[in-house]
């Protein structure tokens, strides 16, 4: 079955402190996989997409099939990043369109 | 360009009554897909819809129909409204995998 894990409800962290935000999946396929980002009371925007290996707003994520993650990270978090995020997984028709989601992580970044 | 629009922003409805949700979007994107948002829950497909007059069920279809009679319109129904159908809906469309683009979401509250 395809299944998105994301281990932490919350991940507390102080400005300037390195950020992890966990994602495991389960996929029989070749899974494409994303992170969404949510901030307070908007719409959800797509953040990155593991085919695209690029780096938005500092956050970077990498795809190991191995361990079936992918992570999300960044050296330096700031308040700004503060939002709900969410790990997905396209796969579950054979047009690979329609998303999975993980429960998600609440990062929240202090000062 | 509106991107995904979705009707009404927030509705409370009693229990046993029906009501569509709308959701319309102008990037003659292809693929459309429902989601709720529940705390704890993360966000679970409804419905999806990989073209103009094809739908199939996602993962909490039950209490919910859907339609597609044009590229642009994707309305979700709710026959009989229950109190456990309170949540937070959002509509999506995208040209291709994964690239999702929401819409602002609909929350709805069942007394």
């Known amino acids: 079955a395809q299944r998105v894990t994301q281990p932490e409800k919350l991940l507390s962290v102080f400005k300037g402190a390195p950020v992890e935000l966990k994602c495991n999946y389960s996929?029989?396929?070749?899974?494409?996989l994303f992170w969404y980002v949510q901030y307070s009371r908007q719409r959800l925007q797509l953040l990155l997409r593991?085919?695209s290996r690029e780096s938005i707003k500092g956050f970077t994520a990498d795809l190991n099939k191995g361990e079936t993650s992918f992570h999300l990270k960044k050296p330096f978090a700031q308040e700004e990043d503060s939002a709900m995020y969410y790990c997905a997984l396209s796969g579950l028709n054979q047009a690979g369109t329609a998303l999975i989601f993980g429960k998600g992580t609440t990062l929240s970044v202090s000062s | 360009n509106a991107g995904v629009t979705q009707t009404p922003k927030f509705q409370v409805l009693k229990t046993g009554q029906s009501m569509t949700l709308q959701c319309a979007q102008d990037m003659n994107h292809e693929y459309m897909s429902w989601y709720r948002q529940d705390p704890g829950m993360g966000l679970r497909l409804i419905h999806y819809?990989?073209?103009?007059?094809?739908?199939d069920q996602g993962e909490v279809p039950n209490g919910y129909n859907v339609s597609r009679s044009t590229t642009e319109d994707f309305p979700l129904r709710l026959l009989s409204a229950a109190p456990s159908q309170t949540s937070v809906y959002f509509c999506a469309s995208t040209s291709g995998p994964g690239g999702y683009t929401f819409g602002s979401g609909t929350r709805l509250t069942v007394v």
């Open positions: 819809s990989v073209g103009a007059g094809i739908t």
């Open positions: 996929y029989s396929g070749s899974p494409e």
């Open positions: 593991h085919i």
